[in-house]
């Protein structure tokens, strides 16, 4: 092992959407920061965008599923049930994401209060109101201020994408419904914001080359860097150290471009690592912060089922706009439908290329092969639009990801295997969301609707899990929780974790924005308390 004896201020354990917002704040502050990340820089050149042969590389070295791409910067997981959808390198899972950036609701917080079958949050909505807005600011969003379903809430830094006929389509179906709708907020600039160029709508985004998405290699990672920041890459960390008194003292990791092992020490470590990666590394690091037994525990992925809906208007959905509009009609409780909890209407703008869209990329539903296939593709090509519905899975603890102590990767660690299956109340929210995606597409005038469960033959639903959360909540009770409301260890109390992991309830929506709004929040604050918080063994408060 190469040794080094230096003590840094803090090092992050992992470069993605949270860990590059800790590295930004603490290296402003004038910190010694070191972040370690197991991948390596994506090129603008790198993406599948900018290739001819695109629609092949999505669906192999770009594919957003571990398991189906073979990439050495991976590592192993064995699901028995959702795909696991992630990029490992500089920027995390933001460089294949899609983007679409809404805000939780107060009511997101207080489940506990509401009906007792999830905690309470340790924080409020108010709580990271501010970040949230902050957070746009930081990372660069587009949308329109004035949702009536939402809080108030500062304008966007550029205003929402451009409308599309696809959307106008949508927005016409909700009305006639009397359902609720409005522009959704996304990660991309539509106007030239911070050295990035406004989106172009070239359409299928998930990462983009241009930079008009908010990839935080892009947004972020430079002005850490210039603020003297530290990125080690193709650096796996293997363990996270603790000394005699039971704080972390570093991380042992492996150099992958020399096949070293090396050990990096700090006075506060950030666990950034996301939903999977984090519980992994704990779990390995000999079961560390893991006295609630909740490391690893209560993953959520949202409940998901999906609907792509042909109308005889071309909508041109192989280019546009990776979002359009949000419908929160049914975000919250009603208890008369069946179950508890609620979901949201997310409505893409763009859909498949004509190689997705022919080998049925979203709902399923094949182009014919030989005679009829050339009537079909003109029928359906550039008449497609998207729909997906999320809604607000019940916490299970038997819903984890584990090790598999019986197996381990090329370093070693051992192998971490996933397994998540929707309880009563979710299934029951999900059949109830593809009845009411079948009203959408009735509304909408579509000629052909195509409802997509996420189920295989064996009825084993199989979500595309590209929110991975809940799997080291936070929560006022160290019994039930693994971190406290500012993200530190209950047990560890100079290690806090900064990734998704920490989410306690999953909303309705998609999750970066409020991972992002509690990072800030949570860097700030270690930055506001570092003497304290870096040498600290005082009694922790919620
Ligand atoms: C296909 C796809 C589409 C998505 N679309 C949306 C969307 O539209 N809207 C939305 O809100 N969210 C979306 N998401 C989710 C979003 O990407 C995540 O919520 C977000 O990236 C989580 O941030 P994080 O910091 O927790 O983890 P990540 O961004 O995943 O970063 C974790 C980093 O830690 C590194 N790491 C892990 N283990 C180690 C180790 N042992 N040593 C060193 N480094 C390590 C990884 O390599 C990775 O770079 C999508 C995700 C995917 C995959």
């Not at 704990?282 to 992925?301: E, F, K, P």
Request: net charge negative; glycine share 12%.
């Amino acid at each position: 092992m190469s040794a080094n004896n230096d003590i840094h201020d803090v090092l992050i354990i992992g470069s993605g959407a949270t860990g590059s917002i800790a590295a930004l704040v603490l290296a402003k502050a004038g910190h010694d920061v070191v972040c370690l990340e197991q991948g390596g820089w994506i090129e603008p050149g790198d993406f599948a965008h900018l290739h001819n042969d695109w629609a092949w590389r999505r669906a192999t070295s770009w594919n957003p599923d571990v398991n189906m791409r073979s990439h050495p910067d991976d590592y192993p997981v064995d699901s028995d049930s959702s795909q696991v959808l992630m990029w490992n390198g500089v920027g995390g899972s933001t460089n294949v994401y899609g983007a679409i950036w809404p805000r939780y609701r107060p009511s997101d917080f207080r489940k506990g209060d509401e009906h007792g079958l999830q905690p309470n949050w340790p924080i409020t909505y108010e709580d990271i109101a501010p970040h949230y807005d902050r957070v746009d600011l930081l990372l660069g969003t587009s949308g329109l201020a004035g949702d009536p379903a939402q809080p108030p809430r500062a304008p966007c830094p550029t205003g929402p994408l451009p409308f599309t006929a696809a959307a106008g389509r949508l927005a016409g179906a909700f009305d006639a419904l009397g359902w609720h709708w409005w522009p959704v907020e996304a990660g991309v600039v539509s106007e030239a914001y911070d050295g990035r160029p406004g989106c172009n709508g070239c359409g299928m985004c998930n990462g983009c080359p241009r930079g008009s998405m908010t990839l935080n290699s892009r947004s972020i990672w430079p002005k850490a860097l210039a603020a003297g920041a530290r990125l080690q890459t193709h650096a796996r960390v293997l363990r996270i150290e603790t000394g005699a008194d039971g704080r972390a003292t570093g991380a042992i990791w492996k150099n992958r471009i020399t096949g070293m092992e090396e050990r990096t020490r700090a006075r506060i470590v950030i666990v950034a690592a996301n939903g999977v990666g984090t519980p992994r590394l704990l779990l390995a690091s000999g079961n560390l912060a893991n006295s609630s037994g909740m490391v690893g525990r209560n993953l959520l992925h949202h409940t998901l089922v999906a609907a792509q809906i042909w109308v005889d208007e071309p909508v041109n959905g192989q280019m546009g706009y990776v979002a359009s509009l949000i419908s929160r009609e049914f975000a919250e409780t009603d208890v008369s439908r069946g179950f508890v909890n609620g979901f949201n209407f997310n409505c893409l703008t763009s859909t498949p290329s004509a190689g997705e869209m022919t080998t049925g990329w979203m709902s399923g539903t094949t182009a014919p092969w030989g005679a009829g296939h050339h009537e079909w593709f003109e029928k359906h090509f550039g008449h497609s639009i998207g729909l997906f519905a999320i809604g607000d899975d019940l916490p299970n603890p038997d819903n984890r990801v584990f090790l598999d102590e019986s197996r381990t990767d090329e370093d070693g660690v051992p192998v971490i295997r996933m397994h998540y299956e929707p309880g009563e109340n979710d299934r029951r929210m999900m059949n109830y969301m593809l009845d009411r995606l079948e009203d959408v597409g009735r509304a909408a005038g579509a000629f052909e609707i195509a409802l997509q469960d996420y189920r295989d033959a064996n009825g084993v639903y199989r979500t595309p899990a590209w929110h991975m959360i809940g799997t080291c909540r936070m929560g006022a009770d160290p019994e039930t929780s693994v971190v406290n409301g500012w993200h530190q260890s209950w047990d560890v109390p100079n290690m806090f974790i900064m990734d998704g992991s920490v989410l306690a309830t999953g909303g309705v929506v998609n999750p970066t924005p409020t991972i992002s709004a509690l990072a800030l929040r949570a860097s700030e604050h270690i930055r506001d308390n570092f003497a304290d918080l870096s040498g600290t063994t005082r009694t922790l408060a919620a």
